[in-house]
């Protein structure tokens, strides 16, 4: 009878493989939460005065469970809001941000009491020619859920931290002169912008300067965020920790595929909470926010009813 050999393989071989396994997954854990962060607002120059603002939908997987960033910006074309409106309709829940109380029903602007941000933003609508997001979205869809502070939770948390506007913009400035002293600080002035605004297309002269500025936001709001002891700002970091408290909830409930809409100078903080929950980034596509094009001048027909090219001249 043929003997048959067992090769026992040795215990500390054993042992010291799975200490490389282990320490592989980790690597590996570590990398994704250590990874840069992605990027959630880009100019794309297109020519002489043309371009586009994106914003980024970034997804993220960790099993049969997917998470998407959706970035955004508050003022933009209509077709923008319309495409994120349309995404919406495919998560089981989509998280939003707007400071308010628990159930206020969010309604259009108008008619309804606004802020100094609010009443910026759509001063903002109309020297830009865009739309206001509060207008835009409508925020009564059934998947839709809340995931912000309340009013007076806000105003308290910001007293407890001494945190004011005033003392957030001082911060942004700071970053900005630092930004200025590395060569990369804002190409904005008085002149560049009296110039825009006189220009006989005045609402694409200024969407065009200050889209090539938003390449520095998230940098600014980074710097802005940490805050004299390091642990954030309420406006940002405070607020994030809420729409992380309210996925972990949603998670927790069975929710298998779900969005965050916040601003766009949000998402490089959500990003690391999220990837900190072990959640890997899987895809990331653009969604155009402002499509800056000069005004063409219309096509005139010849005799033969043919097209001629306008003269560009």
Not at 224 to 243: K, Q
């Amino acid at each position: 009878m043929e003997k048959k050999t067992i090769r026992f393989v040795p215990l500390g071989l054993l042992g010291t493989l799975g200490v490389a396994l282990s320490c592989l997954a980790f690597a590996l854990a570590k990398s994704e939460a250590d990874a840069p962060p992605s990027d959630f607002l880009r100019f794309v120059k297109e020519g002489k005065g043309e371009g586009r603002l994106e914003t980024a939908v970034v997804m993220y997987e960790k099993g049969e469970v997917r998470v998407s960033l959706l970035g955004a910006v508050h003022v933009g074309d209509r077709a923008y809001y319309d495409q994120l409106q349309k995404l919406f309709e495919g998560y089981d829940a989509l998280l939003y941000e707007m400071i308010k109380e628990k159930d206020e029903e969010v309604r259009p602007v108008e008619g309804r009491p606004e802020s100094l941000v609010s009443m910026f933003q759509r001063g903002l609508k109309g020297f830009l020619e865009l739309d206001f997001q509060l207008d835009a979205i409508d925020y009564t869809q059934e998947n839709f859920v809340h995931a912000d502070m309340d009013p007076e939770t806000f105003l308290r948390l910001q007293k407890n931290k001494g945190e004011s506007m005033a003392s957030l913009m001082f911060r942004a400035m700071l970053e900005e002169w630092k930004g200025q002293l590395n060569g990369q600080g804002s190409k904005l002035n008085g002149w560049t912008l009296l110039a825009a605004f006189a220009s006989p297309d005045s609402a694409r002269s200024l969407k065009y300067l200050l889209a090539k500025e938003f390449d520095s936001v998230e940098r600014i709001l980074a710097g802005m965020d940490g805050g004299d002891d390091g642990s954030g700002s309420v406006l940002l970091s405070g607020r994030n920790e809420v729409a992380m408290e309210v996925l972990r909830r949603e998670l927790k409930n069975g929710k298998k595929n779900l969005g965050i809409f916040y601003g766009a100078g949000h998402m490089q903080d959500l990003e690391r909470r999220v990837r900190k929950l072990g959640f890997k980034k899987v895809t990331a596509k653009w969604v155009t926010a402002w499509d800056i094009k000069k005004k063409r001048a219309p096509v005139e027909p010849e005799a033969d009813g043919t097209q001629r090219e306008p003269n560009e001249n």
